[in-house]
């Protein structure tokens, strides 16, 4: 039997202490959709309301009229009910871990102190005249500055603009813009994997650029002391200003519909969109799926390994586990520095029970061969998660076993920076497992599969992954762009959301998400996935990593170019290139059988991971020249590197 259809049953002591078993998952999601506004009045009643909402659900998926909102006259705030409502019970609890990438560096934050901290933030951005509904921008490393400036936004009714500290000036620039934000904070310089990055001279550099002269004050942190520039009337630094702040301020009372937050997605696929989350919907949402999906219970240390400039590290670093008065660890650095046993060690120091990556960080861990987990234990761990591509099923096994010692459930969870929070995912307790899969929908969540004719497909199949119905974790709109909001998610389909994604269903009712739409290749008449390829290659000892794209071709009209990143010390051959090609089609099927190999040093890849095919298929098509967007990509060079290496001149 193949690992894709191993089934991983859910351990009968684990469903007994989880908080839900299948019956109670069965349950609660037949209520969810049967009755929406009922379900989540009650689920509401979790979070602390200054004025409970009464209207709970408001939506409208109309191509004519876009509108999204849910429970909204109620009154809350974001920090408030992920600081304040602790203070009583837990204030001495950790509420953030620190781990630096000095593996000598760490720091632990109470809840009583994180709730001080972000109350002199506040006061601070208060005095530099940020009021409620400003924008403030954030490019930041990963450190307890970044969480605290976010939630002291969301304090003073601010909305937050985090920007990934790996972008560039101009992307940084570009978002500044858009958003309109007066505000940057910052920090002098970033450490990852022992080099600094020059976040604060990145600033100085975006802030030459067409339309930045609207910020006119710079935040700095002080991180690692390096030499920077100085604009007297422009830069302060954080800790002369929050230092002297009183550690109270009361939290603004925001409506349920306020922003909270604006977010740009990772580029993979083109411009990026900076989406709109509001307060409300967006934390019951983040809280609640951050409870269930990873079945946190009280006490636990729980590690997202995202970076807080995604939206895994907003819902997941941030705010879900925060409402939830959990312990979250964050790391500065990265899992290969200073040796790559680093993960499995960060584990074991601080007895982490929850562990969420990434299918990227996990195929790279695996390339580097299983000793690499030979300094540490992790028998701490209780819980996997994997998040931000189809994870193949041979990275699903090593994971499960080489990470979680065999005895841990791994939750796939699919969704996107304009969902807000986790869709589809197992539910630990609940949800036997089948590796590659990301199984069934989370609570008030429904998705179908829709032909290219957008006619709803039943059964075991496959097809365009819609959503039927909102759900109070979506994205209310694109800043400053809700054309594009409709054209984007609600003009594909008449009355639903468009996700992007290709996507199978099983027997069981499971999901498969196959990759994105656009990638789909089209081989003699018969549609194919990227995720299935690439899953058949990984799964060969000699590769690392694979990525595949069509291109075209006389007489099937597709032709299938894969590229394929070897693991340390296999040496290219046109052996194994033969090997590859038979492997592939013995595997799936004479129709995938690879036309083009080529050796890929490396991948163009989003600075979040993941793969970027669109720019692939341009140089397997020979169309080297307009790239399209490339200013989200991690390494332009590996780009060149293909182009000069390419097969198909
Ligand atoms: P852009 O929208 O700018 O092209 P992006 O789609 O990469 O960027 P994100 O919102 O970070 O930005 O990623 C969401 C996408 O990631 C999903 O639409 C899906 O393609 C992929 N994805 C996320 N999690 C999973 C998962 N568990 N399994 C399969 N695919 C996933
Ligand atoms: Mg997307």
């Given at each position: 039997m193949t690992e894709q259809q191993k089934v991983y049953p859910v351990a009968e002591d684990f469903a007994a202490n989880a908080w839900a078993d299948n019956e109670t998952y069965l349950s609660l999601y037949q209520r969810s959709v049967d009755d929406p506004e009922g379900f989540w009045a009650e689920q509401a009643e979790s979070l602390d309301w200054f004025k409970a909402p009464t209207k709970i659900k408001n939506t409208s998926f109309a191509s004519s009229n876009v509108d999204i909102r849910w429970f909204e006259d109620g009154e809350l705030n974001a920090a408030y009910n992920c600081l304040d409502r602790h203070l009583e019970t837990r204030?001495?609890?950790?509420?953030i871990i620190w781990e630096g990438d000095d593996p000598g560096q760490d720091k632990t934050i109470t809840y009583r102190e994180l709730h001080a901290e972000v109350c002199r933030l506040s006061n601070a951005l208060k005095e530099m005249g940020?009021?409620?509904g400003d924008t403030v921008t954030l490019y930041m490393p990963m450190i307890p500055e970044a969480s605290v400036a976010m939630l002291a936004c969301a304090r003073i009714g601010a909305v937050h603009s985090v920007v990934f500290g790996g972008f560039s000036p101009d992307a940084l620039a570009q978002r500044v813009v858009d958003a309109q934000s007066r505000v940057v904070i910052t920090a002098d310089e970033s450490v990852r994997g022992g080099k600094h990055v020059p976040l604060k001279d990145n600033v100085d550099a975006a802030m030459?650029?067409?339309?930045?002269?609207?910020?006119?004050k710079v935040l700095v942190v002080r991180r690692t002391g390096g030499e920077i520039e100085w604009h007297d009337d422009r830069d302060v630094w954080y800790h002369e200003w929050v230092?002297?702040?009183?550690s109270e301020c009361e939290a603004e009372k925001m409506?349920?519909?306020?922003?909270l937050f604006i977010l740009y997605t990772s580029g993979s696929t083109g411009r990026p969109k900076g989406l709109k989350h509001t307060t409300g919907g967006y934390l019951l949402y983040a809280a609640l799926t951050h409870r269930y999906v990873f079945d946190y219970h009280e006490g636990e240390v729980y590690w997202c390994s995202?970076?807080?400039?995604?939206v895994t590290g907003h819902s997941y670093i941030v705010y879900g586990p925060l409402a939830n008065g959990a312990t979250t660890l964050m790391f500065?650095?990265?899992?290969?520095?200073?040796?790559?046993?680093r993960l499995g060690e960060i584990i074991d120091k601080h007895q982490v029970s929850i562990l969420y990556t990434s299918p990227t960080a996990i195929r790279a861990l695996m390339a580097h061969g299983e000793?690499?987990?030979?300094?540490?234990?992790?028998?701490?761990?209780?819980v996997l998660g994997s998040v931000g591509e189809p994870i193949n099923p041979e990275a699903w096994s090593w994971f499960h076993r080489v990470i979680g010692n065999s005895r841990c459930p791994i939750v796939d969870t699919w969704w996107q920076t304009e969902t807000g929070g986790i869709m589809i995912t197992p539910l630990p307790g609940a949800t036997d497992l089948k590796p590659g899969s990301a199984t069934r929908p989370f609570f008030g969540v429904r998705p179908a599969l829709l032909d290219n004719d957008g006619n709803v497909l039943e059964g075991a199949t496959s097809g365009n992954l819609v959503l039927l119905d909102s759900w109070?974790?979506?994205?209310?709109?694109i800043w400053n762009d809700h054309e594009r909001f409709v054209q984007t998610y609600?003009?594909?389909?008449?009355?639903v959301y468009f996700t992007g994604d290709g996507c199978r269903r099983d027997e069981d009712g499971y999901y498969w998400i196959t990759g994105r739409i656009d990638d789909v290749l089209n081989v003699s008449g018969h549609r194919m996935g990227t995720a299935e390829i690439e899953s058949s290659l990984v799964?060969?000892?000699?590769?690392?990593e694979a990525a595949v794209v069509g291109y075209p071709h006389d007489i099937k009209g597709q032709g299938i170019y894969i590229y394929v990143t070897l693991g340390d010390d296999v040496e290219p051959s046109e052996e194994l290139r033969k090997e590859l090609t038979q492997w592939v089609r013995k595997d799936i099927?004479?129709?995938?059988?690879?036309?083009v190999i080529q050796w890929a040093p490396g991948l163009p890849k989003t600075?979040?991971?993941?793969?970027?095919r669109r720019i692939l298929r341009k140089i397997a098509a020979n169309?080297?020249?307009?790239?399209?967007?490339?200013?989200?990509?991690?390494?332009?060079?590996v780009v060149d590197e293909l182009i000069e290496h390419r097969a198909n001149r």
């Open positions: 204030g001495d609890q950790p509420a940020v009021t409620k030459t650029r067409d339309g930045t002269d609207i910020v006119d230092e002297r702040q009183s409506n349920a519909e306020d922003a995202a970076d807080v400039g995604w500065e650095g990265v899992p290969s520095y200073p040796s790559h046993g000793n690499i987990m030979d300094s540490s234990q992790r028998d701490s761990l209780r109070p974790g979506q994205a209310r709109t609600f003009s594909a389909y008449e009355g799964a060969h000892s000699a590769v690392a099927g004479p129709i995938a059988t690879p036309d600075r979040s991971g993941k793969i970027m169309e080297c020249e307009g790239l399209g967007d490339t200013s989200t990509l991690a390494d332009p060079s």
